[in-house]
């Protein structure tokens, strides 16, 4: 089970209230756990990741034990402790505007 | 009794104004979608309790969001948790936020650049849903005004939408550039009398006629003269603010432009500056009376650097004659110390008699007139900015 933290504008678009937890078949990597949440709430497709180029949207970054994965290929494995559901990926909104 | 449903779409949610025919006593519900910018609200014609909203954020990116109950309650129009998010050959479904450009080639010409503030060409990119405009006679269809500017429209209740790629396509798309606010498709107008006539403007490549249902498109800007672009009198370039439409005479338009009022009665053909005596002719609002097709509203802005009414008074003004002569309305506004802003899709009217004339401020205020604009009150004072207004009449 992996499980994923969401800021609170995606938490109210999708419609949930703590954290979302997620089952992601074979290798459990920043994309397939993305693909999976898209799955599991299609509402949010467009709203992490351009539809079209699947890149970050600029002010998000993802998060892992303490760990900034933002840059990471969507292929990279995820660290142990999230895979095994002990640590959360974080999707993180930047503060930005002053 | 008859009733008013005012939508305001603000920088931090949406709003929803009702009263009954008397526009007295008003109700307000919201904020909806707190937190987002609320671009355009609109509902549809219809079926008045279908309401389209354009949601956007520059973490998040587009949202759009639609209701069948009056503004109740909200949806996104897209596939459902749970349902399947791809069709049995691999299609994606439903992506009610998917705003891709048309690059086929079957599609007219498309286009991957237009002209950036620099002269260099820069490519196409979507940025949010400025305007939504639905059909006159279908709640599911609805077109979208968007920037980078192009035109969508969805046919199934927003669940997808497509191009219409012939207005970026038809020619000077490359020549097209963006405006301080971007390059925006913020002025979408049906044709009552013909439905295959569909007007567009641009900010600030200006004016642009279909008369095949949006197929193809043509430049009507010729009588546009804009001192501040290479060619003042160009067939493109222009900035246009804010087009409107009396249902009784669709040939005839008003438009406000970056500077300068001007009206058509040929369908855009052919324009004309009614600026008349106007203190400043520089605004982004511009509307027209319910009942009285050469009645027409405007907000003066002092300049396109200083974007507050002349002298801080906020005045309508308002023609009776369909432009040139102007008289100031004041009863009810501030006269003193006013320094905001007025949007250009921040003025709609209802179709009660007498027409009531509505508008929305930069500072947060929703004001209203019940007669025509003779006198004016706020309906709410302290909203976040209004980005839009639209005001539906209900029986």
């Known amino acids: ?98 | 009794m008859s009733s008013v449903r005012v939508l305001v779409g603000t920088h931090k949610g949406a709003f929803i104004l009702t009263s009954d025919g008397k526009r007295q006593k008003w109700d307000v519900s919201g904020p909806h979608f707190i937190g987002w910018e609320i671009y355009h609200m609109k509902g549809s014609p219809a079926d008045p309790n279908r309401l389209y909203a354009s949601q956007t954020s520059g973490w998040f990116g587009q949202i759009i969001q639609r209701s069948s109950d009056g503004g109740k309650t909200w949806e996104q129009p897209g596939t459902k948790p749970g349902e399947p998010t791809k069709t049995p050959d691999g299609m994606p479904m439903g992506e009610s936020n998917k705003f891709v450009y048309d690059t086929s080639p079957g599609s007219g010409k498309p286009l991957t650049t237009h002209q950036w503030y620099d002269g260099t060409q820069h490519p196409w990119e979507f940025k949010r849903v400025w305007h939504l405009e639905p059909s006159l006679t279908d709640p599911n269809t609805v077109y979208a005004g968007i920037e980078d500017a192009a035109i969508f429209r969805t046919t199934d209740g927003g669940k997808t939408w497509q191009e219409l790629a012939g207005l970026r396509g038809h020619g000077t798309g490359p020549k097209w550039a963006p405006g301080a606010g971007g390059m925006c498709l913020h002025t979408i107008l049906l044709d009552p009398k013909n439905s295959k006539r569909i007007f567009v403007a641009i900010s600030s490549a200006g004016a642009f006629r279909s008369d095949d249902g949006g197929t193809s498109w043509k430049p009507i800007n010729r009588g546009l003269k804009s001192e501040y672009i290479p060619d003042p009198n160009a067939e493109i370039g222009h900035c246009v603010h804010r087009i409107a439409m009396h249902r009784s005479r669709p040939n005839t338009l008003f438009m406000q432009k970056h500077w300068d009022v001007l009206r058509t009665d040929d369908a855009g053909d052919n324009w004309r500056e009614v600026s008349g005596n106007l203190p400043t002719d520089f605004g982004f609002v511009i509307d027209v009376h319910a009942h009285e097709p050469e009645t027409v509203y405007v907000v003066p802005i002092k300049s396109d650097s200083e974007h507050f009414p002349l002298e801080g008074k906020l005045r309508v003004y308002r023609s009776r004659s369909g432009g040139n002569e102007w008289e100031p309305l004041t009863n009810g506004l501030p006269q003193r110390d006013c320094y905001v802003n007025v949007l250009r899709d921040s003025m709609s009217v209802d179709s009660l008699d007498p027409c009531g004339v509505y508008f929305g401020t930069t500072g947060g205020q929703v004001y209203a007139s019940a007669d025509s604009g003779d006198k004016w009150f706020p309906i709410v004072r302290d909203l976040p900015p209004v980005f839009s207004v639209e005001v539906q009449t209900l029986a």
């Open chain 1, 1 to 98: 089970m992996i499980r994923v933290v969401l800021p609170y504008p995606l938490k109210t678009l999708a419609h949930v209230d703590g954290e979302v937890e997620l089952t992601v078949e074979g290798p459990a990597t920043l994309g397939s756990v993305l693909d999976a949440l898209e799955a599991r709430y299609p509402m949010l497709k467009g709203t992490i990741r351009d539809h079209v180029t699947q890149e970050r949207r600029p002010f998000l970054r993802y998060f892992a034990c303490q760990e900034d994965l933002s840059l990471e290929p969507a292929n990279v494995t995820l660290p142990d402790p999230v895979i095994s559901g002990a640590e959360p990926l974080v999707i993180l909104a930047s503060i930005a505007g002053g």
